[in-house]
């Protein structure tokens, strides 16, 4: 049994605090066959056709003498359809959140018939395999229902049976809470359980089947010059997911980074008859930093068009009105990105503007309401029409001058900077939505990215 | 917990080995409030519009304080669409059988669905209520994937849950095996999820809501004069679930019979308004024999078109013959109903038929084709196109004339005989099927039954 424990990253602002048993400290993984644990989205089973070709890529790794862990999500729709369902019987004005237990109960029988109909074509081709619910594991859980943690998983049973040669085939997504109440891990939860069975059961490595055959420089739908990364930093990574660019769950990088997991993406649409005859599959290899050779100032440009601006008009400037704005927000659960403090025209006041995710104004100008007398602000405007454009790497550290770029890349397009955030190896702003597009193209263009993943 | 027992009961010759605890050896059943189990069939679930009626039949009980357990089957159609993916997943010409675990993973996920949904439609309500999985209870059953036996049922945790307000929803059809595989009780398995339930939790009745408001004397869609009625005792209700009546499923009576459970069948598509209003809903009441006061001779007239029948030509008129023939087809799990032989033209030789399942045509003819050698007949002749009409009453077994009068208005309509198979309460007869809703509107008005349910 491994314990997982993860922190909940609240915001973009990303904190590991990560216990681990080392894996070496249990001797059965030396002693077991080599594991791997493949995972696959909603598009790779979105139909019964699709579901034989994810067989193949299956199959492949049986044959090569693997024991093999599958993690599966539901057929393409169908979360969405029974998340309608749950929606309609609760009824208009009433948050899903109080139900939460029984939304997991419903949602997660998605995930449930893919594992069966996968163990089925699997044993029609003459393949020992069985399906496995996250509470047959059973996978354990905090209660935390409809975004859950995973707090355990036993390796024996589960790593037994892939050992004497049957496939496992993992409902992705859903857990057990110590109550016993079906839980569901958020929307990608299937990467994490995939990449928490993976280090659980000390597999070589992690495949994430997706729709795409890695990670991009950028999103392709913007540039055409978007280049697929052979390697990518579990901290690139990270940064990359919270920033817009949705191949992985964020927390699936964070486990896969804590325990070390050798995480690949890679595309399940590929033909698994050149797989077979020895192609090498093009895939974006996820690893730790001293892993990667050739190390690039920039690795990739990201954007999310899910923000939102909310300033707050002629705040009087003194000590204490900030602080309670955010304190205030941050006990609502609204997580804040950038904050900007800027002389107002009256004397003695300031303007306060920040931005947050576009789904959480509507809550925040409702408590920044109850405030108004105590903060004394004159006005609060929201601009919805807002989008954060990053651009991310690991050289930045190392490496000045990536800043100036970005602003000086942006300052010749005229696009207006309305707020900037950064991290160790990130820059982000916040800029009109209308510029987004112009903004990534160019950024891609100013750090040579295009180059860069024609020559990696 | 309650151990239950039931026999498997092979073809219409049903026999009932039960060994129960009683359930007065339970003190806990005294000291609780008064528990009622609701079972609500998919066509009761079709749909949300349908829950929300469904949530208002389950509020009356709990308003009226009773502990309130509720079964629910899949939304209709649900299970279909399940059964019909499994089937494409395996492919043709592979059986289903070799791979009933995963049958039974995927199929089970659609109660799951309703069971959530109703759990939701009623919290939104303002009611306490969870859905209960086979597992969460847990339910366990026998290993015969797809149509499992229920083992046993743990009376605490569910029984605390609703002697505590909260309505329990428990998903029906499923439960799980020694092993901690998903199981399915089998078509109509829902029935018996609800009767056990009840036995298990002592509650004061098991009512079965469906699509419609009781038993009737025969099928309404064949003769306009079908009545309801308003009591039938367990052994007639056995026979008519047996023998065609599709309102419940055989083995939820054989327990309900084991175990006293106070069975009544209604509709779910009734008005709960007028319910409420303190209107009586009709249904039907299904008892032991003593607590049926009126007895009518015969209750009731069923028929059942799977039928078929297979002949073996000229067999020589030797002994052990005819029974290596039918213990071969018992072996093969092949249920053999009615049997008769007649005198071949050839000297010494004998004609033997027996009607079967029409779905087990083609499995009996392939066995004895093989057979041919050692038994020596000369031709094999099937004929799917027979039905089994039969009628079915307690009376019967104080009563004489009952078989004469079948046999004489079958005869004024030239309707030929072709088999006869008789029990205590119950006498059948497999005719051509052009004549099946000529014999059942005959038989019908022969016995009375228009004017007995009329006047009960």
């Not at 995972?39 to 003498?65: C, H, P, Q, W, Y």
Request: with cysteine; net charge negative; proline share 2%.
């Amino acid at each position: 049994m491994i314990l997982i424990y993860t922190a909940y990253s609240r915001g973009y602002s990303l904190s590991y605090i990560v216990k681990e048993m080392p894996m070496s400290s249990s001797p059965q993984h030396k002693m077991t066959n080599s594991r791997v644990v493949l995972k696959f989205g909603g598009t790779s089973v979105a139909d019964l056709d699709r579901i034989a070709n994810v067989a193949e890529f299956v199959k492949l790794e049986a044959d090569a003498g693997y024991g093999v862990v599958v993690v599966v999500s539901a057929m393409a729709g169908e979360t969405n359809r029974l998340v309608d369902l749950v929606h309609r019987a609760i009824g208009t004005g009433i948050s899903v959140d109080s139900n939460l237990r029984e939304y997991d109960a419903v949602v997660s029988s998605g995930e449930q018939v893919t594992s069966g109909l996968l163990a089925l074509t699997l044993q029609r081709q003459g393949y020992r395999a069985r399906s496995w619910q996250g509470w047959q594991i059973p996978l354990k859980t905090s209660d935390g229902h409809g975004r859950a943690r995973i707090a355990s998983i036993p390796d024996d049973v589960v790593g037994a049976a892939v050992d004497s040669g049957e496939i496992a085939i993992v409902a992705g997504f859903q857990g057990i809470t110590e109550e016993g109440r079906i839980s569901t891990l958020g929307r990608g939860g299937s990467d994490t359980t995939a990449v928490a069975l993976a280090a659980a059961l000390g597999a070589e490595r992690c495949d994430i089947y997706t729709d795409i055959d890695g990670v991009y420089t950028t999103d392709p739908r913007i540039s055409s010059n978007a280049r697929r990364l052979e390697r990518i930093s579990y901290e690139e990574m990270l940064e990359m997911a919270s920033l817009g660019a949705k191949v992985l769950q964020t927390r699936s990088v964070e486990l896969a980074m804590a325990h070390n997991v050798n995480l690949r993406v890679l595309s399940s649409f590929a033909d698994p008859k050149e797989a077979r005859n020895g192609a090498l599959q093009p895939c974006t290899v996820i690893c730790s930093e001293d892993e990667i050779v050739e190390q690039h100032i920039v690795s990739g440009v990201t954007h999310s068009d899910s923000e939102a601006k909310i300033s707050l008009m002629t705040v009087p400037d003194e000590p204490g009105r900030a602080a309670r704005i955010f304190t205030e927000l941050a006990a609502a659960d609204i997580n804040v990105d950038m904050i900007v403090q800027s002389a107002a025209k009256t004397a003695k006041a300031a303007n306060i503007s920040f931005s947050l995710d576009e789904a959480d104004v509507a809550r925040a100008q409702e408590l920044l309401a109850t405030l108004k007398q105590d903060i004394g602000y004159t006005d609060v405007v929201a601009d919805r029409n807002v989008s954060k454009v990053s651009v991310i790497g690991v050289g930045m550290k190392s490496h000045a001058g990536v800043a100036a770029t970005m602003f000086q890349t942006l300052a010749e397009r005229s696009i207006n900077i309305l707020n900037i955030s950064t991290s160790e190896i990130r820059i982000s702003v916040l800029i009109h939505s209308e510029y987004t597009e112009l903004a990534v193209r160019a950024l891609h263009q100013a750090y040579g990215l295009q180059e860069m993943a024609e020559t990696s």
